[in-house]
């Protein structure tokens, strides 16, 4: 059985950082890419990052870039997202997911599992 935790989430100040861990386990982790999505009420879930299975290529969303980093450490089965510069418009409910895939894909149909979710708030 796969499982996802995510860890890290909380409340920051805007301009703040927070970094986002997730943990997975029940399949091999490096056959994989990741992916971080995040969600607010009444809208649908966004993409965010991902980073493919061996960690080489990564993607982001543009309202992230140059703000946000993801990393993989496949000897921990873990795979992190550096938040910094946070922005009240970050503020969401945030999801690690594993792909299908082994490539840093953005589409969210390429993502078969999902943690349970960790809450980010950003005060202005």
């Known amino acids: 059985q796969v499982q996802l935790v995510e860890s890290g989430g909380g409340l920051v100040q805007a301009g703040g950082s927070l970094r986002l861990s997730c943990a997975a386990s029940?399949?091999?982790?490096?056959?994989?890419?990741m992916g971080w999505f995040r969600q607010t009420p009444g809208r649908e879930r966004e993409f965010v990052a991902a980073i493919s299975n061996g960690g080489w290529s990564t993607n982001y969303a543009d309202s992230v870039k140059g703000r946000f980093t993801t990393a993989r450490d496949n000897a921990k089965n873990t795979v992190y997202l550096q938040m910094n510069s946070l922005r009240p418009e970050d503020t969401a409910v945030y999801y690690c997911?594993?792909?299908?895939?082994?490539?840093?894909?953005?589409?969210?149909?390429?993502?078969?599992?999902w943690g349970q979710g960790t809450q980010v708030t950003v005060s202005s």
């Open positions: 997911a594993s792909a299908t895939v082994g490539f840093a894909t953005a589409q969210t149909t390429r993502y078969n599992y």
């Open positions: 029940g399949r091999t982790f490096s056959n994989y890419a």
